[in-house]
T-cell receptor, first 115, second 114 residues
Framework: DAGVIQSPRHEVTEMGQEVTLRCKPI?????LFWYRQTMMRGLELLIY????????DSGMPEDRFSAKMPNASFSTLKIQPSEPRDSAVYFC?????????????FGPGTRLTVL | DAKTTQPPSMDCAEGRAANLPCNHS???????VYWYRQIHSQGPQYIIH???NNETNEMASLIITEDRKSSTLILPHATLRDTAVYYC???????????????FGKGTLLTVNP
């Protein structure tokens, strides 16, 4: 299994530009999670999906952030417009539900720098 | 979910056992203890979880006290590659709703020295 795949691995953009982060979960997993990690705030859950449906987006910082999951094998996290304070490492994770289901598998992350 | 307390950092000699403590004095009867770790520049990695019995897998052992108010993650023979931040997380483990959320604290930075 290839594991969770994220792209790009690194992204450098200028303030005001649109940024799209991509994630391919592990095949067969029905939960997908987006996290953000910064030195100041640590690892925070932004949003998660179950069977492609957003379940909890209470961690999404503001309307500039949006996430979609058009099918079971693909999800995007979009920031529009981006700001320097959005600079962070963004992780995608997936897991298989049913029972306890909290063995989440994380991708390698996307390091975003907004200038 | 119950709050956890971990030491910010620990050192361990290579080849020796690393014992990482976690306090979770407000844990409820239906809450599990989970451990994840994050090696520098990588995503977090699941290690082990348990309810009240001690657990062991190929990565580590988890010892939970009888009153369940604390636990210890044991890496029996630490290697340099075990240097990472280790997170202890307590949460209810059942299906559905918002119970799939994991709340990561600051964790313990374990440094394995040669």
């Amino acid at each position: 299994d290839a594991g969770v795949i994220q792209s790009p691995r690194h992204e450098v953009t200028e303030m005001g530009q649109e940024v799209t982060l991509r994630c391919k979960p592990i095949s067969g997993h029905d939960y997908l999670f987006w996290y953000r990690q910064t030195m100041m705030r640590g690892l925070e859950l932004l949003i998660y999906f179950n069977n492609n449906v957003p379940i909890d987006d209470s961690g999404m910082p503001e309307d500039r952030f949006s996430a979609k999951m058009p099918n079971a094998s693909f999800s995007t996290l979009k920031i529009q417009p981006s700001e320097p304070r959005d600079s962070a490492v963004y992780f995608c994770a997936s897991s298989s539900g049913g029972g306890r289901g909290v063995k989440q598998f994380f991708g390698p992350g996307t390091r975003l720098t907004v200038l | 979910d119950a709050k956890t307390t971990q030491p910010p950092s620990m050192d361990c000699a290579e080849g020796r056992a690393a014992n990482l403590p976690c306090n979770h004095s407000t844990i409820s009867g239906n809450e599990y203890v989970y451990w994840y770790r994050q090696i520098h520049s990588q995503g977090p990695q699941y290690i082990i979880h348990g309810l009240k019995n001690n657990e062991t897998n190929e990565m580590a052992s988890l010892i939970i006290t009888e009153d369940r108010k604390s636990s210890t993650l044991i890496l029996p023979h630490a290697t340099l590659r075990d240097t990472a931040v280790y997170y202890c997380i307590v949460r209810v483990a059942n299906s559905g709703g918002s119970n799939y959320k994991l709340t990561f604290g600051k964790g313990t930075l374990l440094t394995v020295n040669p």
